[in-house]
């Protein structure tokens, strides 16, 4: 029969990528991971890894165990969900991985409501970009991850996870108070082709919808800024250095201090949502977090449109 230690470490190795990355996540040394994954070679009877440069590829074999070893533990964190849900009380840690926005906002509001029903389960978070945080749910260093989704930008879930929607956080074009009353409803996001932006990084989904919807509007935006703290892109346009877009959720329910726009239809809003592991949504931890997380959400979907939004 097959360590299922070291098969947990050979899949770690397909989805951390290095033997240097798996041993920093499980706490061995290089050459301990290097050790376990000859052992299991040698049980298997046939090579599992081959050399490419100074790193190592999984082989065909390798692959097949890989797929087995996900199957073995899903079964297990099904398992520790049906014990879970023996229990009278809920206790134990959950991890979770949330954006900044819906950190500041969704994340304090749905700890308020575990600390009350729940007091015994700690649950720890950690500020993540969902393109980072997927990834580490997949292999197991989070429980649950609070993700975002733009309008015409769908992104497949990796294997193994699954989502539930939270809500729809509405998207508003923000630019300083001096420029917002020239512009016009028709022509709001081309007579900006001008002025400079401030938007997230390139490479998340922000900055791509970001880039799109100019690109749309016929210009290539002036990004002069770049920053995944959307309180410093407000902090920008109140300061008339840029324009910006800007969800509800930033606002965290208070009125703007700049002058918020309506997109063109089909980009007024972005999908929020969470996403868990299959094996382990179940968990009553992961469903007790997943549903005051969806109470804090539904509270905020619940606030008048009109504080947030100029006609």
């Not at 989805?15 to 706490?27: D, F, I, K, P, Q």
């Not at 938007?199 to 749309?216: D, F, I, K, N, V």
Request: charged share 25%; hydrophobic share 40%; net charge neutral.
């Amino acid at each position: 029969m097959y360590d299922l230690h070291r098969l947990r470490i050979l899949r770690e190795l397909k989805h951390r990528g290095t033997l240097a990355a798996v041993a920093r996540a499980l706490s061995y040394s290089p050459s301990a991971i290097s050790q376990q994954l000859s052992l299991l070679e040698t049980e298997v009877g046939v090579p599992l890894l081959e050399p490419v440069g100074r790193r190592v590829r999984l082989t065909a074999q390798a692959e097949i165990l890989v797929a087995h070893a996900e199957a073995i533990l899903k079964r297990l964190e099904t398992a520790e969900a049906d014990i879970a849900m023996s229990l009278t009380e809920l206790s134990g840690t959950v991890r979770i991985a949330s954006f900044q926005t819906a950190a500041l906002t969704l994340v304090p509001s749905g700890l308020d409501r575990i600390r009350a029903q729940h007091p015994r389960l700690e649950v720890h978070v950690t500020q993540m970009e969902p393109e980072i945080a997927l990834p580490a749910l997949q292999v197991r260093d989070f429980d649950l991850v609070i993700a975002e989704e733009y309008p015409g930008n769908p992104n497949p879930l990796p294997t193994g996870l699954e989502a539930v929607d939270l809500l729809d956080d509405a998207l508003h074009l923000a630019v300083p108070m001096t420029v917002g009353n020239e512009l016009r409803p028709s022509t709001r996001l081309g007579s900006l082709a001008d002025q400079p932006w401030v938007m997230e990084p390139a490479g998340t989904a922000s900055r791509q919808w970001a880039t799109t919807l100019c690109r749309t509007a016929g210009f290539e935006p002036d990004v002069r800024f770049e920053s995944t703290d959307l309180q410093m892109h407000i902090r920008l346009v109140e300061r008339g250095h840029a324009a910006a877009l800007i969800p509800n959720l930033a606002w965290d329910g208070k009125r703007p201090t700049v002058a918020v726009h309506r997109l063109p239809r089909g980009q007024r809003s972005r999908r929020i949502f969470t996403v868990a592991r299959e094996g382990g949504s179940q968990h009553p931890a992961v469903e007790a977090c997943r549903g005051a997380l969806e109470e804090a959400a539904a509270e905020t979907a619940d606030r008048p449109r009109g504080q947030f939004t100029r006609p």
